[in-house]
């Protein structure tokens, strides 16, 4: 069974802190990795995405951090905003010409004013 | 550009009723994609199709079906509703060769 396994579970960050979620993978072939952000009542929507030859991208107040040997990937979010409380998904793909995605569980984060 | 439309958005089944969820995509994406979410299980998929005519199971396949007679529309069926399908569904799509998958908003099934 290939896993996306993700913690924390749940988040609270004052604002302007920084929120920090975990992921780790299993499958070694997995080569492309993004981050999703869902907003309560409405369906996920890409936010970030790496690929293992780098081990981290950066846009915006977002940031991705890839560790290959480790099997870990985060994603950090600098300068927390109220704006930002939203469901977060990990994910990872294999090649081929399928496109299909393995989620992680899932991380509510609730950044306070 | 609508990008991914589900119908309906909310439903009430009984065990035993049988439904389907629409989902269509005006980005003229050749591959479409079924999950479900149930909470803090993050998304499992259904059923994926890589084109008109080609279905094929995900993680989580049973007690649905699909077709994909067109390029647009990706109906998931339900056939004999048990409380287990009680979820979210989240259809999505995206063309080949990106992975960048595109959400709908997602149907809210309840099943008593």
Not at chain 2, 7 to 19: A, C, D, E, N, V
Not at chain 2, 54 to 62: L, Q
Request: overall charge positive; proline content about 6%.
């Amino acid at each position: 069974q290939q896993q996306v396994k993700q913690s924390p579970q749940s988040l609270i960050v004052q604002k302007g802190g920084i929120s920090i979620i975990n992921c780790a993978y299993e499958n070694t072939a997995f080569d492309y990795f993004p981050w999703y952000q869902q907003f309560p009542g409405k369906g996920p929507a890409l936010l970030i995405a790496i690929r293992p030859d780098v081990s981290e991208k950066k846009e915006g107040r977002f940031t991705i951090s890839f560790n290959k040997s480790a099997k870990q990937f985060s994603l950090h979010i600098m300068d927390s905003q109220p704006g930002d409380s939203a469901t977060y998904f990990c994910a990872a793909s294999s090649p081929g010409n399928t496109g299909k995605l393995i989620f992680g569980q899932g991380t509510t984060l609730q950044v306070k004013p | 550009n609508a990008g991914v439309t589900q119908t309906p958005k909310f439903r009430i089944l009984k065990i035993g009723q049988s439904m389907t969820l629409q989902c269509t995509q005006d980005m003229n994406h050749n591959y479409m994609y079924w999950y479900r979410q149930d909470p803090g299980m993050g998304l499992k998929l259904i059923y994926y199709s890589v084109g008109a005519g080609i279905t094929d199971k995900g993680e989580v396949p049973n007690g649905y079906n699909v077709s994909r007679s067109t390029t647009e529309d990706f109906p998931l069926r339900l056939e004999l509703a048990a409380p287990s399908q009680t979820s979210v569904y989240f259809c999505a799509s995206t063309l080949g060769g990106s992975r960048e998958q595109y959400f709908g908003p997602g149907t809210r099934l309840t099943v008593t």
